[in-house]
Nanobody
């Protein structure tokens, strides 16, 4: 069982930055691939970035590529999402999730989810 707790959300003006953190409880954290998802108001949840167990492999969605960076610190059992050049359309609840094995773009493949943290970007 893996418990995930996100933090770092808040309100920011367009062009600003935020860094989200996701702390995991499991001692086996380093064996999990991780993903950051977001769910804008009234829309479906979507994956914005994923990272493999070691941190050597990452991917970002086209909508955030060049602005968001995912990383992890296995010693601290934490995954991060650095968000720069934020836009109003980045407003959403952001979730981290964990899965066994390799990375995936499919929500259904992720086994464990955090409770989410709100990010609001004003113009």
């Amino acid at each position: 069982q893996v418990q995930l707790v996100e933090s770092g959300g808040g309100s920011v003006q367009a062009g600003g930055s935020l860094r989200l953190s996701c702390a995991a409880s499991a001692s086996t954290f380093s064996t999990y691939a991780m993903g950051w998802f977001r769910q804008p108001p009234g829309k479906e949840r979507e994956l914005v970035a994923n990272i493999n167990w070691s941190g050597a492999l990452t991917s970002q969605s086209d909508s955030v590529k060049g602005r968001f960076t995912i990383s992890r610190d296995n010693a601290k059992k934490t995954v991060f999402l650095q968000m720069n050049s934020l836009k109003p359309e980045d407003t959403a609840v952001y979730y981290c999730a964990a899965k066994s094995g390799g990375r995936s773009w499919s929500l259904q493949d992720y086994d464990y989810w955090g409770q989410g943290t709100q990010v609001t970007v004003s113009s």
